[in-house]
């Protein structure tokens, strides 16, 4: 059944009243757990997720990749087809920022045919899958890491790599590029078939040194005889960029990380970066969705990595699940507990707290609705003090969980209102909505702002494509909120949003793909001067095509 929903939003000025979905509709969406190959609504193999990103998915650090003040954004587009025979190997579109916002002015598309990029561009490569920023050689100007999950090295398919663009006074150029796979010279590991390195991105300074360092998932990664029981790879920065010295590879068998490595566990499935300690030295979270927990399959874990002197350390590592001690809600089967991970300090204590997205976690009686839990940060790093549990039926919170929704599929944190507090933006890409007819898997955004006391419903807002001022046009498996990230675009002090909508049809173009991005206000996210971007917006390189799902990942 269909109930009307007044859905008003203070911080706006926006009031509008739509039919929001009450259906037992169960399109799947698709699980990189299960084969490695799927991920949201059937995104033909992959959706983002950001800052801190669900996986594939990316995140890291602020992405002005010409120091101009701006933040700029890079959208992947890992279903582009390059020349006539080369179809799914991949791109990345990047917008640069201005006072006026995001413009097209000197966009770029980058991919691995790109004059004087290294690797070459193959079929289903996938080029894009992840995005990361980062200032990986402490230039002032941020770079850009791209995963390539399904690269092939030499003879073995899809063990996965991340092309490195640098940044400069013109944006990102090849001058300096990089690629990297567990084959590469001095890196711990080795490239195994679906390994799928670079499936997950994201980036911080774990050794306080000045330079930023990338941390690279790798879901499908073998632990001794273990089957895809997942491995993170840590690249640290140093002035000419990254490099192989002091390189970590972490997994549930590595002596103190808590946890046993165990089949399908997926570890490394997404990632976020925070200094939850507040002691100077980022810290890193990191999903294993597929976690076992006690007998309860997949219900979902996160381990969380403290940063030192001498980068990420197994000192004081931390699991955390929904039956830790203190932790709101209960595992259960296919939970999927940490596919998606954000930092931000949402308190304004001064020490960032994680957002664990739990998309297919059941609210009462209604399946895989999705949810949150939020745990707060501490001198001696995150605590279950103040925990929390959010999805659509909490009190206050716009929308009504329904079946399939998977609320908490991605996340995004950023001040989007500018009060010192970190607000959090949770995808909700199963969402369904009514508009001229019901509109199955459209997709939808819940934001909830931050306050004195952490995470609170007050003024929290719903977006989708029928709000009112939102360009675009709500419409059946758009998987809307696919991916998020935050970034200040036009540089007024408040943060912006990015929605990757990877779905969307252009005309008769099946899910090419598009991207919302909404301008954060005073009040906090407005629809005033929103904007829409995909590969045949006007001045934009590259030209919307069939199956190209460009922003399956933004950052």
């Known amino acids: 059944m269909y109930h009307p929903v007044q859905i008003i939003s203070a911080r706006s000025g926006v009031a509008a009243i739509m039919l929001i979905g009450v259906c037992a509709c169960t399109t799947e969406f698709a699980d990189p757990s299960d084969d490695h190959q799927g991920v949201g609504l059937d995104l033909g193999g992959l959706a983002e997720g950001a800052g801190g990103r669900a996986g594939p998915g990316g995140g890291g650090g602020r992405a002005d990749f010409n120091g101009d003040g701006y933040d ?111 084959n590469s010279a001095g890196l711990i590991g080795a490239a195994e ?60 068998d590595v002596a103190g990380v808590g946890g046993v490595a165990e089949t399908g566990d997926s570890f490394g499935s997404a990632l976020a970066a925070g200094d939850f300690n507040s002691d100077g030295h980022v810290d890193l979270a990191i999903g294993v969705p597929d976690e076992d927990v006690a007998l309860i399959a ?25 039956n830790s001690l203190g932790i709101l809600g209960a595992a259960e089967p296919n939970d999927n507990f940490g596919r998606a991970l954000a930092a931000g300090d949402f308190d304004n204590d001064g020490y960032p707290d994680l957002a664990i997205g739990v998309p297919n976690e059941g609210v009462g009686l209604t399946s895989e609705a999705g949810a949150l839990n939020v745990i707060y940060g501490s001198a001696v790093g995150l605590s279950v003090a103040a925990d929390q549990l959010w999805h659509q ?97 036009d540089a007024d002090g408040r943060m912006d949003l990015v929605i990757g909508v990877p779905l969307e049809d252009l005309g008769p173009l099946v899910n090419a793909g598009a991207a919302n991005v909404l301008y954060g206000a005073i009040g906090g996210l407005t629809a005033i001067d ?12 590259g030209a919307g095509e069939p199956g190209d799902r460009f922003g399956a990942s933004v950052r």
């Open 72 to 182: 700029d954004l890079a959208i992947g587009v890992p279903g582009e087809g390059v020349g006539s025979n080369l179809p799914s190997v991949g791109a990345v579109n990047v917008l640069y920022g201005s006072a006026l916002g995001l413009s097209a002015t000197g966009n770029q598309l980058w991919h691995q045919n790109s004059a004087g990029i290294l690797g070459a561009a193959e079929p289903g490569d996938s080029f894009g899958a992840s995005v990361a920023a980062g200032d990986f050689d402490g230039d002032g100007f941020a770079d850009l890491a791209i995963g390539v999950p399904f690269e092939s090295i030499g003879a073995v398919a899809d063990g996965g790599a991340v092309n490195v663009l640098y940044g400069s006074a013109k944006g990102l150029t090849a001058a300096g590029n990089q690629i990297w796979h567990q």
């Open 193 to 252: 078939p679906s390994d799928l390195f670079g499936w997950a991105l994201t980036s911080g300074d774990f050794n306080k040194d000045g330079y930023q360092d990338l941390a690279v998932g790798v879901p499908g990664e073998d632990v001794g005889g273990v089957a895809d029981a997942g491995a993170v790879n840590v690249i640290y920065g140093s002035a000419a960029g990254l490099s192989a010295t002091s390189n970590q590879i972490w997994h549930q």
């Open 298 to 322: 997949r219900a979902g874990m996160v381990n969380v990595f403290y940063g030192s002197s001498v980068g990420l350390s197994a000192d004081g590592d931390q699991i955390w699940h929904q």
């Open 393 to 489: 039926d909490s009190l206050g919170i716009l929308g009504v969980a329904e079946a399939s929704d998977h609320f908490g599929r991605s996340l995004a944190a950023g001040d989007f209102d500018d009060d010192g507090r970190d607000d959090l933006a949770i995808g909700v890409p199963g969402e369904d909505l009514e508009g001229t007819a019901v509109e199955v898997d459209a997709g939808a955004l819940n934001l909830i702002y931050g306050s004195d006391g952490g995470l609170a419903a007050v003024d929290n807002q719903l977006w989708h494509q029928n709000s009112g001022g939102i360009p675009g046009a709500t419409e059946g498996f758009d998987a809307f909120g696919s991916s998020l990230t935050a970034g200040d675009f």
């Open 530 to 541: 929103s904007q829409i971007w995909h590969q045949d917006s006007s001045g934009m390189i």
